[in-house]
């Protein structure tokens, strides 16, 4: 597959490297000649150094091979003019452009005849970090959680010393527990596996589990922890990601209360907003009127004892300041605060963060690239999260008429340590399954895939997805 990005920041040259360790042919573009300088020098890719939003560049960068053309600079009317030039041009070019103004976004839909500006998918970033935000607050924050259909999410949770999986070998766990899961990965010293049978649950390693929604608090009990009912939630950071975050947790509170017939406890229900800006202060004021927003530094002693936002249940901290986000968060931890969740830069700084106590940290750079890299993968591909950096992926797919896996079992076709099928939602059901040895796959059935990052191009090939 031939993608070209334009631009070259840390979106993408981080992309660019993810697609290029996935053996694709990939065209850099910048008009800064110390980026391209960097570029050059650190990627195994043809970098120039030109305004991306010029065709003869794009011509001379060979668009008229491309599979895609990928658009994050910093500016976002440059992405979205040189999407709608090349789609004048070559309009069955895949089109993708990073937009930041809020305005301008529209959800993709690369269905239509005629996509709005030409852009097949827009890609939000505060819009993909808020979604992966309210995903682990539903979830009590105390893990990162990646939902499938209506019933079933993937868990990463930390197995403590002394719980009743320390020591276990992972085909034990069935005579531990009769809940239908499957762990998808292992976190252990530093390393990220696909687990076999033979291995062996350490305290302290991080566990990717996949398992039924109403589950989860039994499994966690099982690893040392537990699921808490978040009542009182503070979110720290009235900026766009903050505002989307609290627009969703409200409405689902408001669902909520409606439910709750005890006055005392519909009474324990409280969510505040703190922002130290007074101009977004306002603004969150204006569209929570029943919400309680203060501006204030939630850093300010006074002000945390005075509100007792150390008796809260979660603090979600959603500053445009990432370091401060781990800063703030860890502090108010300090107080007594069980439960958090950090928007950060990326997932280096996620992994500092969960090493200080902080229990979800959210990389904002990375779930921009992981959105990105779902809608590269071939149109057989729904979706695509990293792992621990990049060195798993789960991919979602549906399998096609050409795949060489149609008619199969999971038993025929599978490959130890290259991938597991986690999943499988049939062509005529209605929600996901985990599937058995004997599970045949069929065209039009869509899988949900564990694979590492040196083998995903394999496994997209064998179930059919053409990149």
């Known amino acids: ?19 290029i360790n996935g053996k694709n042919d990939v065209v850099l573009i910048d008009n800064d000649s110390d980026v391209v300088r960097h570029a050059s020098n650190t990627l195994d890719c043809n970098v120039i150094l030109a305004e991306g939003n010029n065709l003869s560049t794009l011509e001379d960068a060979g668009i008229e091979d491309a599979d895609a053309i990928v658009c994050v600079t910093d500016n976002d009317e440059i992405n979205m003019i040189t ?22 976004y529209v959800k993709g839909d690369a269905g239509k005849t005629n996509p709005l500006y030409g852009i097949d998918y827009m890609i939000h970033p505060d819009v993909e970090a808020a979604e992966a935000i ?74 990717g589990v996949l398992l039924l929604k109403q589950d989860t608090e039994a499994f966690l009990k099982l690893c040392g922890s537990k699921l808490k009912r978040i009542r009182k ?39 505040v907003i703190i922002d130290s800006d007074e101009e977004k202060a306002k603004i969150a004021a204006e569209k929570f009127p029943d919400i309680n927003v203060f501006c204030a530094d939630a850093t300010e002693e006074s002000f945390v004892e005075e509100e007792g936002i150390g008796n809260f249940d979660l603090v979600i901290s959603t500053t445009p300041n ?80 050409e795949s060489s896996v149609k008619g199969k079992t999971l038993r025929e076709i599978a490959e130890s340590g290259k991938f597991l099928i986690l999943m499988i939602q ?22 949900v895939i564990m694979t590492t990052s040196q083998d995903n191009n394999h496994v997209l090939e064998k179930f059919g997805s053409k990149q």
């Open 322 to 401: 990432y370091e401060m986000n781990i800063v703030m968060t860890a502090y108010i931890e300090s107080l007594g605060v069980e439960n958090s969740i950090a928007l950060v830069y990326n997932s280096a700084f996620g992994d500092i963060a969960r090493k200080i106590g902080i229990e979800v940290a959210v990389p904002v750079r990375d779930t921009v690239i992981d959105s990105i890299m779902s809608h590269l993968k071939g149109k057989a591909v729904t979706g695509v999260h990293t792992i621990n950096e990049g060195s798993l992926e789960l991919i979602e797919l549906t399998i096609t008429e």
């Open 426 to 447: 049939k062509a005529d059901g209605d929600d996901y399954e985990i599937p058995v040895g004997s599970t045949t796959l069929e065209a039009g059935d869509e899988v």
């Open 134 to 207: 309210v995903n682990a607050a539903k979830h009590g924050a105390v893990t990162d959680v990646i939902p499938f259909g209506s019933d079933y999410e993937l868990i990463r949770v930390n197995v403590e010393k002394g719980s009743r999986l320390e020591g276990e070998l992972l085909m034990n766990i069935r005579k531990i527990t009769d809940r239908p899961i499957i762990i998808a990965y292992v976190e252990s010293n530093g390393e990220t596996m696909l687990p076999g049978g033979d291995t062996k649950i350490n305290a302290d390693d991080c566990l």
């Open 83 to 104: 999407c709608s030039l090349v789609n004048a041009v070559y309009p069955d070019i895949t089109k993708i452009a990073r937009v930041r103004n809020y305005a301008y």
């Open 233 to 271: 939630v503070a979110l720290i950071g009235a900026s766009r990601v903050g505002l989307i975050v609290a627009e969703k947790l409200i409405k689902r509170r408001a669902n909520l209360l409606k439910r709750i017939v005890n006055k005392q406890e519909r009474n324990a229900q409280e969510f």
């Open 1 to 19: 597959m031939k993608i070209i990005i334009v631009g070259a920041g840390f979106t993408g040259t981080q992309l660019a490297r993810r697609l």
